[in-house]
């Protein structure tokens, strides 16, 4: 009887976010295959969980995914974790949870902490819809093309990105999304330095640059989507058409609207029928 791989996420700083059935999994599992042993064993030793540990790390992944799951097969409970968070976001695990899966072994949720919703229920941008992103090219050229890419998205984006990176990538989504695009800052999340602030690309720039403690640590943007942009519009256009409203037929109402601001008359009537119609 094959046996069941428990994904098992960990916390992302502040030890007491270790939940208590991620703490029986480790405890009751054969083995736990972790992304860095070294990191994981102080984890352990902390909440007293005697597990072997193994290692399945990006560079090994690959190679060890037929040993761990022969072991599977042979029936001994596994667990896998990350060295912090929810394991395969912007971590390794997909290619064993696959291979497990492929060969019928049940694979398990154990949840808990993830930096990114973490960040997102906590910033105020709108979380209804949403985007992971994790990490940006390193290259500026590919970062830039990346965002460009994405400029016109309009759910919510979340980004993970490194301390020494964080000036350089803000003032390239202020350049490509705009100076005024919300953004929510999540910094140290759960840790003694936690930071989180809601402003404009913009705003974030000057920010980061007058306090260097705030390229420190970890850190996760979450960016406003281009609908908050388009909402803003559609604003204007409605404020401008009730007005015009109040003194011109639809049709001349939505006629100078389009002249005035440059969408479509078609676009402009139907707005103006639906706001008659109120
Ligand atoms: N698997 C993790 C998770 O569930 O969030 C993410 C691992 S990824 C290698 C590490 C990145 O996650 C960091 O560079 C940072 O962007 C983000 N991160 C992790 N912990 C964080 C924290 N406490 N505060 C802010 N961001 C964090």
Known sequence: ??????????????????????????????????EDTRTSAQLLKHFN????????HDHNESNKIDVLVQR???????????????????????????AAQEHGIRVIPVPGACAAIAALSTVGLPSDRFSFEGFLSSKASQR???????????????FYEAPHR????VKNMADVFGADRPVGFAREITKTFE????MTLGELVKFIESDHNQQKGEIVLV???????????????????????QDLSVK?????AADLTGIKKKVAYQRALELTAK
């Open 144 to 158: 830039l093309l990346q965002l460009e890419k994405l400029k016109d998205e309009t759910q919510t984006l979340i």
């Open 252 to 256: 001349a109402a939505s006629q100078l």
């Open 1 to 34: 009887m094959s046996a069941q791989l428990f994904v098992v996420a960990t916390p992302i700083g502040h030890l007491d976010d270790m939940t208590f059935r991620a703490i029986e999994t480790l405890k009751s599992v054969s083995i736990i295959a972790a």
């Open 166 to 169: 964080i000036l350089e990538c």
């Open 72 to 98: 599977l097969l042979k029936g001994e409970n596994m667990a896998l974790i990350s060295d912090a968070g929810t394991p395969l976001i912007s971590d390794p695990g997909f290619k064993l949870v696959r």
């Open 195 to 198: 930071t989180i602030r809601k």
């Open 223 to 245: 960016v406003g989507g281009a609908t908050q942009e388009k909402d803003m519009e559609q604003e204007k256009l409605d404020q401008l058409l009730t007005r015009l409203l």
């Open 49 to 56: 969980i005697s597990t072997p540990l193994t290692a399945c």
